[in-house]
């Protein structure tokens, strides 16, 4: 049954951009929405894995960004999971007037293309903000890459991180259905994925990279190399979909923002079977479907991940001092 489940949608959701807050609030919002550069040839595309939408120029020269606005470092950085509900999170940090959030995901530490062209660059694919407002960007890949840590330091040591993780094993699942989304558009063979989660012998596939991906005690623990336990704030993936207020409170909390989200700005679609959000009385839902229903993985496959992951997981929960809901 978790095999199939309800479609965990925010995580498969195609959502439009984030607008960062100026952007909502003034009449010039469109034109911060300049036509986006050709994508580059980059370093993004191994096989199989899904390309974030190219990064969108700062401002064609003949619009100006709104008065009293700047292009600052990001205060937080949404470093992932992939497929852990980043873009719900940050659609729901958007909700607070004091944020104002980068459209696309950047890719700067992680990408070289990207990293190489430098810190204007970055500062480019930030979002217009007001003076006191937080700039947050969102790259689900940051997590998992071992080289973004002391970078991200280097550039910007007093970074608040937020990292929402959910159930490891529904994450693999999950990654998985993108890949395979991603394999079938591009008309290319997939392999079903019992072949890819287990070996021959019956072993559990390390090298598959879905599942490296779900080690979380093996990237935190990079993480944790370069940043203080108290700058990263872990946000449970699975709460935020079931009751997302409360999460979205713990966030506010973590940055320190004043309290200004509140219930009333989640509604649940009893449709869609998930929350929306209520925004000035605008309302919008972060997906448009009933996003992808996961493969149905045979139970003694499923049994094998979820044991799999019992190590693991103890060694994450160890680390962050925490423990998760997970199978
Ligand atoms: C923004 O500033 C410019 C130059 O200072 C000024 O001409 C313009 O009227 C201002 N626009 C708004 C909306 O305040
Ligand atoms: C998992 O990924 C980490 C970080 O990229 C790497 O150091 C590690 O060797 C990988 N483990 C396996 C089993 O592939
Ligand atoms: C609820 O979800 C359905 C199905 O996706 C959608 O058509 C409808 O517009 C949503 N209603 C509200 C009020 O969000």
Redesign the pocket.
């Known amino acids: 049954m978790a095999a199939f489940l309800f479609g965990l949608l925010l995580f498969a959701m195609q959502s439009p951009p984030v607008p960062s807050s100026p952007a909502r609030s003034s009449s010039a919002a469109s034109s911060l929405l300049p036509p986006p550069p050709p994508p580059s040839a980059d370093d993004g595309g191994a096989a199989g894995r899904p390309r974030a939408p190219p990064p969108r120029r700062p401002r064609p020269s003949h619009h100006h960004p709104p008065n009293g606005t700047a292009q600052r470092l990001p205060d937080i950085v949404i470093i992932g999971v992939r497929k852990g509900g980043t873009r719900a999170l940050i659609e729901m940090l958007s909700l607070h007037g004091g944020v104002a959030a980068a459209e696309s995901e950047v890719h700067f530490f992680d990408w070289e293309s990207h990293f190489q062209r430098g810190l204007p660059w970055y500062l480019s694919q930030m979002p217009y903000a007001l003076p006191g407002q937080l700039t947050v960007e969102k790259t689900p890949a940051y997590f998992t890459s071992s080289k973004v840590p002391p970078r991200l330091r280097r550039v910007n040591p007093g970074a608040k991180l937020l990292l929402i993780l959910r159930d490891p094993t529904e994450r693999v699942l999950s990654d998985y259905t993108q890949v395979y989304h991603n394999r079938l558009l591009k008309h290319k063979r997939h392999r079903p994925i019992e072949e890819v989660l287990v070996l021959k012998d019956g072993g559990v596939n390390l090298g598959y990279k879905a599942l490296n991906r779900s080690l979380y005690y093996v990237h935190m623990q990079n993480w944790l190399r370069h940043f203080p336990r108290d700058s990263i704030h872990v946000v449970d993936g699975d709460a935020l979909i079931r009751d997302p207020f409360p999460e979205v409170q713990r966030v506010e909390r973590f940055l320190r923002l004043e309290p200004q989200i509140d219930a009333g700005n989640f509604?649940f679609?009893?449709?869609?079977g998930f929350y929306?959000l209520r925004d000035r009385g605008r309302?919008?839902?972060l997906h448009?479907?009933?996003g992808r229903a996961h493969p149905r993985v045979a139970p003694d496959i499923l049994h094998k991940l979820y044991r799999f992951f019992h190590e693991p997981n103890r060694r994450f929960f160890e680390l962050v001092g925490r423990t998760f809901d997970w199978n």
Not at 269 to 272: A, F, G, M, V
């Open positions: 509604y679609n009893r449709t869609k929306c309302e919008r839902c448009d479907s009933k």
